[in-house]
């Protein structure tokens, strides 16, 4: 099930990866796919896509049911294959996947460009209210939040560590959460991310429990 919210359990370590897409999409020709692995392995020349990044398959003969499998993260095996990990090829009697004949696509969204950007993040008990949490140093000591870029794998990871989430006033049950991202080299562009795109909510809700290991 897809997650909806930033759920921090007190006493555990929170971290989350964020990708930011933008458009055009970007579709590459698939010219081989393999299950020897146990997974299926696309041959991709050149793909371009950073390991953990979203895509689609869609055209492909043959092992049409990998058509079907939607949105799926993908494992980068070399620069000219991709895995898609989290798939188990066979059917709904059981049955291994018949074998790819041709053809197909891979269809994602093109990594954006982290190099001249910087996260930001805060969370509040409510829209307009106060900070219980955030990434800003200015607002220390309240700044448990670990904001990092890896343009590398074009992610901007969020951590706040086990000592952190214990210590958060056990007053503080919910709020919501706001991701910024700020153009070093020009301050007037500002993007606000989505962490939960699947979420009705206006901004990522957040939500604080407690824990049964200690």
Request: aromatic fraction near 6%.
């Amino acid at each position: 099930m897809a997650l909806k919210e930033i759920l921090i359990e007190r006493g555990k370590t929170y971290e989350i990866d964020v990708y930011w897409s933008v458009d055009p999409i970007i579709r590459k020709p698939i010219t081989a796919i393999s299950l020897a692995a146990g997974a299926p392995r696309l041959t991709v020349a050149g793909h371009g896509m950073p390991d953990g990044w979203q895509a689609e398959v869609y055209g492909v003969i043959g092992m049409k049911q990998i058509n079907d499998v939607g949105r799926q993260e993908c494992l980068v095996i070399d620069p000219n294959t991709i895995e898609l990990n989290k798939v188990n090829p066979v059917d709904d009697s059981g049955k291994i996947w018949p074998a790819y004949t041709s053809g197909g696509f891979v269809s994602f969204k093109t990594p954006r460009d982290l190099s001249n950007y910087t996260p930001a993040i805060d969370f509040k008990n409510k829209i307009g209210g106060t900070v219980w949490a955030t990434s800003q140093s200015s607002l220390a000591p309240l700044n448990i939040i670990a904001a990092t870029i890896d343009n590398a794998l074009k992610k901007t990871t969020l951590r706040i560590s086990a000592v952190d989430t214990a210590a958060i006033p056990m007053s503080i049950k919910k709020g919501v959460a706001e991701l910024e991202m700020h153009n070093t080299l020009d301050p007037s562009d500002v993007v606000r991310l989505r962490l939960f795109k699947s979420s009705n909510e206006e901004y990522d809700p957040v939500r604080v429990i407690g824990e049964v290991t200690t």
